[in-house]
């Protein structure tokens, strides 16, 4: 008993470092060792969860640990408060790591590889922590999934729950991050920007865009119950994000498949007019080749007629509000063009003739 005792009071120290500017020393290996500490801990729960004498025994020396420290005059961070605090100690600690702005960034990058894996990960491992967090997700989540899984808009993310699960926590993280702090959630989505592969961030956004509006969740599912906000105030934080971040949005749009581009534009039409924006800037860089009857760039990174045609078929396929702003555009930059009526003049004329709305 002891023994295990010294376990509860030493990895309670380890939650109390973990905001503070100690973490910068840490490296993969002590994350590691953290979060296998935490998985331990969690085991203890699961095994003496039932028995009362034991888990009150081990409660009454928690809480009088933080009681003594916290009269030593400091404010301690609380670490292990409580029994119950075991079962998700886990999910703690990698939360304040994220938070952390200390956190180096080898040590980071490892915590970032814990959490968001990436597609064609299989089912969460109960015992690790991906299989917490994609639990707690779930949990919070469940009717979403379900709803989102009978969308037909979504069907490109029917088959991706790992990249649903990690849409859920985005959302849930940036519900945690302080407006009051400089710049807020805006800097937090420019950290994961910068450290997380990008292409597979890029799709958890576009993942995160298409969940439907949640009602408040229940405060016995908050890890730190304290706020009311929604799924659609992340929803609203990514959408201003790509809206400043120019480098990021021009990924986003250039990258994603064109089906999943067209669910996110058909949702938000503050991102629709920046695609379309973007897709006559793209078409403007190709000119005719008379020798070879198509469309070319000048340089390697101009993105090919081929796949601009795919983008603006695919927003065509999309809901009549999105169709009929596209051929809008189309026809527009068209007219500006000359409003020629043969091949290989104008590409917005081409561009029509080959979505078969051309006159």
Same mark, same amino acid.
């Given at each position: ?32 060792? $953290?979060?296998?500490? $935490?998985?331990? &801990? ?5 095994? /003496? ?25 400091? +404010?301690? *961070?609380?670490?292990?408060?409580? /029994? ?6 886990d ?16 040590? =980071? ?13 299989? #089912? $969460? #491992? ?23 899984? !009978? =969308? ?16 859920? %926590?985005?959302? @849930?993280?940036l ?20 450290r %997380?592969?990008?292409?597979n /961030?890029?799709?958890?956004?576009? @993942? ?24 659609? #105030? ?17 990924? /986003?749009?250039?990258? %994603? ?16 007019r920046?695609? %379309? ?5 793209? @078409? ?5 080749? &008379?020798?070879?009857?198509?469309w ?26 999105l169709?009929?702003d *596209? ?6 930059c068209?007219?500006k ?11 917005w004329? #081409? &561009? ?5 709305? !051309? +006159?």
């Amino acid at each position: 008993m002891e023994s295990l005792l010294q376990h509860f009071e030493r990895f309670s120290e380890v939650l109390a470092v973990s905001r503070t500017t100690h973490v910068r020393t840490w490296d993969p290996a002590t994350v590691r060792r $953290a979060l296998q500490w $935490a998985r331990y &801990l969690r085991h203890v729960h699961r095994r /003496f969860g039932r028995h009362a004498r034991i888990r009150m025994a081990l409660e009454r020396r928690l809480q009088n640990q933080w009681r003594l420290e916290g009269g030593s005059g400091s +404010s301690p *961070v609380p670490g292990l408060t409580n /029994f119950q605090a075991l079962e998700r100690c886990d999910l703690l600690l990698s939360l304040r790591l994220l938070e952390n702005r200390a956190l180096g960034d080898a040590a =980071y990058h490892y915590l970032l590889q814990e959490l968001f894996p990436g597609p064609g990960v299989p #089912d $969460a #491992d109960p015992e690790t922590l991906q299989g917490s967090l994609a639990r707690l997700a779930r949990r919070r989540s469940a009717v979403h999934l379900l709803r989102l899984s !009978g =969308y037909g808009e979504n069907s490109v993310l029917e088959e991706d729950s790992v990249l649903k699960t990690q849409a859920e %926590l985005l959302l @849930a993280r940036l519900r945690e991050v302080p407006k009051a702090e400089a710049e807020g959630p805006s800097r937090f989505l420019s950290i994961l920007w910068e450290r %997380l592969p990008q292409n597979n /961030f890029l799709k958890v956004i576009a @993942a995160a865009l298409l969940l439907p509006p949640s009602s408040p969740r229940p405060q016995e599912e908050e890890l730190e119950p304290r706020t009311p906000k929604t799924l659609a #105030d992340g929803d609203q934080e990514l959408v201003r994000w790509l809206l400043t971040k120019s480098d990021a949005m021009a990924a /986003f749009c250039r990258n %994603l498949p064109a089906g999943l581009l067209t669910s996110v534009a058909g949702r938000h039409p503050e991102l629709s007019r920046v695609y %379309l924006g973007l897709l006559a800037d793209w @078409a403007r860089h190709l000119h005719y080749d &008379l020798q070879k009857g198509i469309w070319i760039g000048t340089e390697s990174q101009h993105v090919p007629w081929e796949e601009l045609y795919g983008k603006f078929q695919s927003l065509c396929q999309g809901p009549p509000p999105l169709k009929d702003d *596209v051929l809008a555009a189309l026809e527009s930059c068209k007219a500006k063009d000359g409003d020629f009526q043969v091949r290989g003049l104008s590409i917005w004329t #081409d &561009l029509l003739l080959a979505l078969g709305c !051309g +006159s």
